[in-house]
Nanobody
């Protein structure tokens, strides 16, 4: 059974930083492609960043240079370091995982966390 639990969200001023984490239960973490999605009120869920089992990252254009995704296989944890935050980054951030990077990128992952709220004030 694979379960994803996020933590680390909160309220931050514009220009500030936050790091969200996702701990994965189960024994297949090393085989899972991992990613972070976000959904703001009234908007569709969107991919923020993904990372392959080999550690190669992929980012949406609006967060390139500001956000960094990483994974620690020993801790079964994936992180999203968010710097230079903007009010438009406000959303519920959810962790996703799948054995297929294609399914991860198109938002049809088999495994999802419940999400953590990130609010950026102006």
């Amino acid at each position: 059974q694979v379960q994803l639990v996020e933590s680390g969200g909160g309220l931050v001023q514009a220009g500030g930083s936050l790091r969200v984490s996702c701990v994965v239960s189960g024994s297949i973490f090393n085989s899972l492609e991992m990613g972070w999605f976000r959904q703001a009120p009234g908007k569709q869920r969107e991919l923020v960043a993904g990372i392959t089992t080999g550690g190669s990252p992929n980012y949406r254009d609006s967060v390139k240079g500001r956000f960094t995704i990483s994974r620690d296989n020993a801790k079964k944890t994936v992180y999203l370091q968010m710097n230079s935050l903007r009010p438009e980054d406000t959303a519920v951030y959810s962790c996703a995982a799948d054995l297929s990077f294609v399914r991860l990128l198109n938002g049809t992952s088999n495994y999802w966390g419940r999400g953590t709220q990130v609010t950026v004030s102006s």
